[in-house]
């Protein structure tokens, strides 16, 4: 059905980010492809999807790619639009500040569909994606991963014959993804034909059917699940941890006083039904410790680290930073003691050159310095996560994964007391994960602490000293991540825990 054959294609980089690269979807195939971050997958899928280079221009682009026979530059936007559907990696890169339902609707109002026909298939879509509660919502309100869902939603809604799906899981709690895999199963008998990147097999495990491992510019024969799953060395080669791997050694560390202390905290942001997202909400973030949060998709766990940052007013609580007081500290005063790193780097970018960004981060008003030892400091930073010989380029041009390392160079080199880890796109990536573990190492040793946010329970059985659960706006669970799995507030999310191998039969 969709025949890539011998593409090379490159973005002005020393080395193309695909070389001769062969890849085959026959119809009702549905193909998983695995790399680690950096590796080409969304230029591979952006193919695929018609989106390079007819929208995006690469500066070097060789090969065939077919679909049903015909080039796939041969096809009128309608036709691509209407056989394909695209979800990228970031999805709000395919979201206007509208309401829920009419981004839904857009793909079917866009290709003249009867207004009665557009109302049926968008009350089939919120029911399958259980998205009631965010009707009238509009998406730039939503978490990350509700809007995901949304954003697949509305890719869903005209059933094209292929679906390319970029990274479709980041930001979505176990049970999403679950429910992701149980629509893409039902939806079958009209999308039969998928086209997913991971870094993570096991998320979608029940939907594929092969697998390809991207590595070095080339995509591996497509395999099936049951045989690569358990192939250690093929992943590690391909740069991604291995899905079956054993459970590593718990880390411990010594605790010392309180960094952030969060006490009392109700939020002034409140739910449909008038009850405040956050209420009562206590807890403290010690010096070198790793903290994580978990909670369902729209639990409230980003209205949480906005408040913190000054981003959202609080109706009522404190906040303390090193025990004094900041509630009426500026964004800019709260910055100082505590750093961000978003999932999508993106969001907080805005120099021109990366040493920049990492300059910026630790005046905290210029990008430029005539101080050596800012200078130092900051090279010093780059240094440490690899990203030496990038120092003048553009944040922008950088890809995802050296954006993710830009974001641990800036919080290590502000000397912030804590740093707020969001979803972390390094998480599954071995070298990403690497650099993760010496930004943690370093915020420890030097008497600071993280703050991780994620939906990966293996990640945060990992790397967490200690758990909290988020659910129904309060703290429900404090205390050891082996506590917390075996607790009732886990077991009510009706989550897997890491590490459980019951449900993977790989015989």
């Not at 176990?174 to 629509?183: D, V």
């Not at 830009?406 to 994960?433: N, Q």
Request: hydrophobic share 45%.
């Amino acid at each position: 059905m969709l025949n890539i054959a011998n593409l090379t294609i490159g973005f002005g980089g020393p080395v193309p980010v695909l070389a001769e690269a062969n890849c085959t979807l026959d119809e009702g195939q549905r193909l998983l492809v695995c790399g680690e971050a950096g590796s080409g997958k969304s230029t591979l899928l952006g193919v695929a999807a018609g989106l390079i280079p007819r929208l995006i221009h690469a500066a070097e682009f060789s090969g065939r790619v077919e679909l049903a026979g015909r080039p796939l530059l041969s096809f009128t936007k309608k036709e691509l639009f209407g056989t394909i559907g695209f979800v990228s990696q970031n999805s709000e890169d395919q979201l206007w500040d509208i309401c829920v339902e009419d981004v839904i609707a857009f793909p079917l109002e866009n290709r003249g569909v009867e207004r009665s026909a557009i109302r049926n298939r968008l009350a089939e879509l919120i029911a399958e994606f259980e998205l009631e509660e965010l009707l009238g919502r509009r998406v730039l309100t939503l978490s990350g991963g509700e809007r995901r869902m949304v954003t697949i939603a509305a890719a869903l809604a005209s059933n094209p014959k292929i679906l390319v799906l970029d990274e479709p899981t980041t930001g979505l709690d176990p049970a999403a993804r679950m429910r992701l895999s149980n629509i893409l199963q039902k939806v079958s008998g009209s999308v039969s034909t998928l086209l997913i990147s991971e870094q993570d097999p096991l998320a979608l495990y029940s939907v594929i059917d092969s697998i390809a491992l991207l590595h070095g510019g080339n995509v591996s024969p497509s395999m099936p699940p049951k045989t690569v799953l358990t192939q250690d060395a093929a992943w590690v080669e391909a740069g991604i941890l291995p899905p079956m791997r054993a459970r590593p050694e718990r880390q411990t560390s010594e605790t010392g006083r309180p960094l952030l202390t969060v006490s009392g905290l109700t939020s002034q942001l409140a739910r449909s039904r008038g009850n405040p997202v956050l209420k009562d909400v206590n807890f403290d973030v010690r010096a070198g410790e790793v903290l994580a949060l978990i909670g369902r998709n729209g639990a409230g766990k980003t209205t949480l680290f906005k408040s913190i940052l000054g981003l959202l007013k609080a109706t009522s609580g404190s906040i303390l930073f090193d025990g004094t007081n900041a509630n009426e500290w500026s964004v800019a005063a709260r910055a100082r003691k505590i750093a961000y790193i978003p999932q999508n780097m993106r969001h907080i970018l805005f120099n021109m050159s990366v040493l920049g960004e990492v300059i910026f981060a630790i005046t905290a008003s210029s990008a430029s310095s005539n101080d050596p030892a800012v200078i130092e400091r900051a090279k010093a930073a780059l240094a440490r996560y690899g990203l030496s010989d990038l120092a003048e380029a553009n944040p922008f041009a950088l890809s995802a994964r050296q954006q993710a390392l830009l974001g641990l160079a800036c919080a290590d080199a502000t000397g912030a007391l804590v740093a707020i880890i969001d979803e972390p796109l390094l998480s599954r990536d071995i070298k990403g994960r690497q650099m993760l573990e010496l930004f943690i190492s370093s915020m420890q040793s030097s008497g600071r602490a993280v703050m991780l946010i994620s939906h990966d329970l293996e990640l945060v059985d990992d790397l967490a000293t200690r758990l909290m659960i988020l659910d129904n706006g309060k703290i429900a669970f404090e205390g050891t991540s082996e506590d917390g799995w075996q607790s009732d507030t886990f077991r009510s999310l009706g989550w897997q825990a890491p590490y459980d191998m019951t449900a993977w039969s790989m015989a």
